[in-house]
């Protein structure tokens, strides 16, 4: 048996996130700006590469696939990927394939997801409110995503919702947004906003909120329970009594998770970070193309890449020049 992916500080890998477009049909203020560029398109993996990225990595101990973007719906053909990934759920090698989405396209593929293995998806969503909702992404409308939210929980899909914390945008929401899911019995998880790359919104919708304001917020209406539960990632969780609810916390960037990381990402070019908060990547995609028919230079090529995976990132909100910003958009690397 192929040995399992071990970090240098003893961390098995057993986790990819993978980006397979940069495309989207949203332009969410926080995360694209309005005129963005893609990358051309041969510089994407191909779905035959992607389905050989992700078979390699689950050959190496990978056990659970989260599909993101850009938008991973709007990828021309996408079920062709996800119905590859089908094989190692039925082999037990892959435990998980998951997917996070933007909700809008999920009323024509809830179905075909679910047939393909898909149990859980996390669907982000930052207001109930119609025309909010078209400010913060743009391009998106609620009714749409909120159709996709019920094809997903018809079609069997336990769904999560995300929601980006948005000081002055969504803060009055909380209770609303907390009773719907609720209501529709879906776990809720606060994204502290990040800093991403240049996005020129100076118009930009809502500030920067503190997931410990959040929590805050949250002990007015609630009592509040922390939980020791860690997931390997950079959630926190809390469970208000009074509903028996658990929400998550996800501050992108904290520290206090590095110990227990258990991720890598594969962009959508197919560079691989080790880190979300780091710049060192490694490039896959040119062992995947150099030996189409022998996947040995592309094991070698991760197994390098992992023994370079950092200890922990080095980001600090705090600092008021930013100086840990990243360059990068999430919809390249996948939030
Ligand atoms: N398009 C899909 C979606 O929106 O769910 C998947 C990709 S999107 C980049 C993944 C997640 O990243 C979303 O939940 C989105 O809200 C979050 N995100 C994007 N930009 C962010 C930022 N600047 N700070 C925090 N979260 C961000
Ligand atoms: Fe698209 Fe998701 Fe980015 Fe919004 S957050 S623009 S839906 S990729």
């Known amino acids: 048996m192929t040995a399992p992916l071990i970090d240098p500080f003893a961390r098995a890998i057993t986790y990819l996130r ?28 191909t779905l035959e590469e992607l389905d050989r990225m992700c078979s390699t990595f689950v050959g190496l101990g990978v056990e659970k696939l989260r599909i993101t973007g ?15 990934m089908t094989r190692h759920l039925d082999s037990g090698a892959l435990k998980e394939l998951t997917l996070t989405t933007n909700g809008s396209q999920l009323e024509r593929f809830a179905d075909q ?17 119609d025309q909010k909702f078209a400010d ?15 094809a997903a929980q018809k079609a069997g899909l336990r769904v999560k919702i995300n929601a980006v914390a948005l000081k002055g945008f969504n803060e009055d929401e909380l209770p609303t947004i907390t009773a719907w899911c609720a209501e529709r019995d879906m ?50 969780y809390v469970r208000l009594e009074e509903t028996g609810q658990k929400i998550g916390f996800i501050t992108p960037l904290s520290h206090n998770f590095c110990e227990s990381c258990n991720r890598v990402r594969l962009t959508c070019t197919g560079e691989l970070y080790m880190c979300l908060g780091q710049e060192d990547m490694a490039d896959l995609r040119a062992p995947l ?5 022998d996947s040995a230079p592309l094991e070698e090529a991760i197994r390098a890449a992992i023994n370079l995976k950092p200890k922990g990132h080095d980001f600090d909100y705090s600092r008021q020049r930013l100086d840990g910003q990243m360059p990068r958009h999430m919809s390249h690397t996948g939030g």
């Not at 850009?70 to 590859?84: C, K, S, W, Y």
């Not at 743009?138 to 909120?146: A, D, E, F, S």
Request: charged letters at 30%; proline letters at 5%; hydrophobic letters at 40%.
């Open 70 to 84: 850009g938008e991973p719906l709007v990828r021309r053909d996408i079920m062709t990927f996800f119905n590859g």
């Open 289 to 293: 193309r150099a030996a189409p028919q």
């Open 136 to 150: 913060i992404t743009r391009w998106g409308r609620l009714p749409q995503v909120l159709r996709g939210v019920d």
């Open 187 to 236: 776990d809720l998880t606060w994204i502290e906003v990040m800093p991403m790359g240049d996005l020129g919104n100076e118009d930009r919708l809502g500030q920067y909120w503190s997931l410990k304001d959040v929590r805050a917020r949250y002990a007015e209406h609630y009592t509040v329970t922390d939980l020791a539960e860690r997931t390997g990632g950079p959630a926190r």
């Open 113 to 129: 997801l679910y047939a393909a293995g898909v149990r859980r998806v996390n669907i982000s969503l930052d207001t109930l409110d």
């Open 18 to 45: 993978v980006s397979v477009t940069d495309r989207c049909d949203f332009r969410c203020v926080y995360c694209m700006s309005e005129n963005m560029t893609f990358l051309p398109k041969k510089e994407l993996l």
